[in-house]
């Protein structure tokens, strides 16, 4: 069986986090879409990792880990990525395998990705600029360069007409992105040679085989159920299904061979990029959250934008992806607040709703909350559900008993070790 880990929110809820503290318990990590606009951080032994593409297996001496065939790779940055784990001695060759299917982002995927943002002016998506909409967009128009062409003999043709054509593309966006091309592909021949010398994979098959001789296999989503390309707040969203169908279609494993869905959520609310957030603080308390959760892009660096827990959001991503455990992360970052608001329905049009409406933009709902007696106990030191205060049991209780699943990880900070199960 399969069972897969995933973000409820709009990302970055700690995914990262806790795949690696449930890798002891698998023997496959398998990324299955988004590419490097995801950062997960590990935090273990005193040391911080930032992984982009490479699963959050990697660290553990048994586990395999794959990039699927929905990954988009930009060898660049995976190049990067296995350079800054040299210290570690991992034997990539045998335990980093990728699928032959994984499409591959080109250097002018970049590039329109930074013209098409710069010409939507205000409307911009706010994307992390890795090229990752140009990249799935040429998949889906059947366009482009997968991981597997690389072992024909005329990939080099290939790429060369592609990137023709995105050059006159470029032209098309009428905005001025300076570039050069002979440096950027430079830097891209060289990272290829790199990941030419790991093992491509049939991972469909692979998997699928794997799965049949009893092997435990741990999908890690990237990004959040709210940037799911059909079910997030389009158009502001990602290019990729980061709902659990995507593992599916990124992996190859049938809907029957799925087993737990772990949804992961944050104990507040965080975005970074446009789109709207209906519960989102511009006062003190989103300060605080942000100061003391340090809300800074794992990838860009950039502000994330803070507010209270959205239980219609987080009940609409729990039904889409068939979430059979909850985890809840960051409860630490609330203690010392003496008041805890949790979103539990929408006013939307004049009428009160509790399911997830079309349009969520400030013009068309206000929200209603419920509120909660915070805690003031420091929580990063607890180590068993038993230490865990009476107001943080009572804010679990009211979760658990409106989305109707179960809440089994508490995470009180960001170290492996940090983590208490219920
Ligand atoms: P991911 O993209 O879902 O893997 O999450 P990110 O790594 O982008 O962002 C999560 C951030 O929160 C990282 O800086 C983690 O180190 C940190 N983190 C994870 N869990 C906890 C927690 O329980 N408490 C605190 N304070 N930080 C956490
Ligand atoms: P992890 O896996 C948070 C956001 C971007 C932007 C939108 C589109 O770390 O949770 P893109 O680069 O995909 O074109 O950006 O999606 N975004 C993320 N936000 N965490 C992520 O990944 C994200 N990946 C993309 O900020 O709003
Ligand atoms: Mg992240």
């Not at 005193?46 to 048994?62: A, D, E, Q, R």
């Not at 409307?123 to 482009?144: C, F, Q, V």
């Not at 068309?364 to 009476?390: H, I, M, R």
Request: charged residues 25%; contains cysteine; glycine residues 10%.
């Amino acid at each position: 069986m399969v069972d897969l880990l995933l973000g409820l929110q709009w990302g970055d809820e700690g995914k990262g986090k806790i795949v690696d503290v449930l890798t002891k318990n698998y023997d496959i990590i398998a990324r299955f879409q988004g590419g490097p606009n995801a950062g997960h951080t590990l935090i273990f032994d005193g040391n911080k990792h930032v992984l982009h593409t490479i699963p959050s297996g990697i660290f553990h001496k048994k586990a395999i880990n794959i990039v699927g065939n929905g990954v988009v790779i930009d060898p660049v940055i995976f190049k990067k990525e296995i350079d800054n784990l040299s210290a570690y001695k991992i034997d990539f060759k045998s335990k980093l395998l990728i699928s032959r299917k994984a499409h591959l982002i080109l250097p002018t995927h970049r590039l329109l990705d930074a013209a098409s943002e710069t010409a939507k002016g205000k409307a911009k998506i706010g994307s992390t600029l890795k090229g990752i909409g140009p990249t799935y967009m040429d998949k889906t128009g059947r366009n482009g360069i997968r991981v597997g062409d690389l072992e024909l003999e005329n990939w080099k043709d290939k790429y060369n007409a592609l990137t023709k054509k995105h050059l006159k593309m470029l032209n098309f966006f009428e905005v001025d992105i300076q570039y050069d091309l002979a440096e950027l592909e430079e830097e891209f021949y060289e990272a290829i040679a790199v990941l030419k010398k790991l093992t491509f994979i049939d991972s469909e098959n692979y998997l699928n085989q794997a799965i049949n001789d009893g092997k435990t296999i741990l999908a890690e989503g990237a990004q959040g159920s709210l940037l799911d390309i059909d079910f997030g707040t389009y158009p502001y969203v990602t290019s990729s299904t980061t709902t659990a169908a995507g593992a599916c279609t990124g992996l190859g494993v049938a809907p029957n061979r799925i087993g737990e869905v772990f949804g992961i959520f944050k104990a507040y609310t965080t975005r970074v990029g446009s789109g709207p957030f209906p519960t989102e603080l511009f006062d003190d308390d989103g300060k605080t959250m942000a100061t003391v959760g340090h809300e800074f892009g794992a990838t860009t660096g950039r502000p994330r934008r803070c507010g209270w827990l959205d239980l219609v959001a987080l009940k609409y991503a729990v039904q889409i992806n068939g979430v059979t455990q909850l985890m809840m992360m960051k409860g630490d970052v609330l203690s010392g607040f003496d008041r805890l608001k949790v979103c539990t329905s929408y006013t939307y049009k004049g009428t009160e709703v509790t399911h997830l409406p079309y349009n969520i933009e400030p013009e068309n709902v206000s929200v209603n909350y419920t509120e909660f007696k915070g805690w003031q106990a420091d929580l990063t030191a607890l180590e068993s559900a038993s230490q865990l205060p009476e107001n943080l049991l009572a804010y679990i209780d009211f979760i658990e008993k409106e989305v109707a699943v179960p809440i089994k990880i508490v995470s009180v900070g960001p170290d492996r070790k940090q983590t208490v199960f219920r």
